[in-house]
């Protein structure tokens, strides 16, 4: 059975760092692009960032360039998102979810077949 954990959600300071992780089973993530997803209150999800399975091509949302960083780790199943510089407008629930698909170029949220549950990341000092 297909299985999305994510982890390392957490109270930060603005301009501090936390690393989520989202541990997958029940599929061999090497066929598989990840994304990861962010919801505000009362806001719509939308894509944070996406790495594609066979080349490990990534892209982010132009908010998060140059402060987020996406890896995965295929040994363990495990995607991973680096966040620095944390903004108060990062607060949200991050959600990772697996896609139909090994790239990333041109995926809507549709093309994500199964998500986690979330971890809560709340910017504020």
């Known amino acids: 059975q297909l299985q999305l954990v994510e982890s390392g959600g957490g109270l930060v300071q603005p301009g501090g760092s936390l690393r989520l992780s989202c541990a997958v089973s029940g599929i061999n993530l090497d066929n598989h692009a990840i994304g990861w997803f962010r919801q505000a209150p009362g806001k719509e999800r939308e894509r944070v960032s996406c790495i594609s399975s066979t080349d490990g091509i990534t892209n982010y949302a132009d908010f998060v360039k140059g402060r987020f960083t996406i890896s995965r780790d295929n040994a363990k199943n495990t995607v991973y998102l680096q966040m620095n510089s944390l903004k108060s407008e990062d607060t949200g629930s991050y959600y990772c979810?697996?896609?139909?698909?090994?790239?990333?170029?041109?995926?809507?949220?549709?093309?994500?077949?199964?998500w986690g549950q979330g971890t809560q990341v709340t910017v504020s000092s």
């Open positions: 979810a697996v896609s139909i698909y090994v790239s990333c170029l041109g995926l809507s949220p549709t093309d994500f077949a199964s």
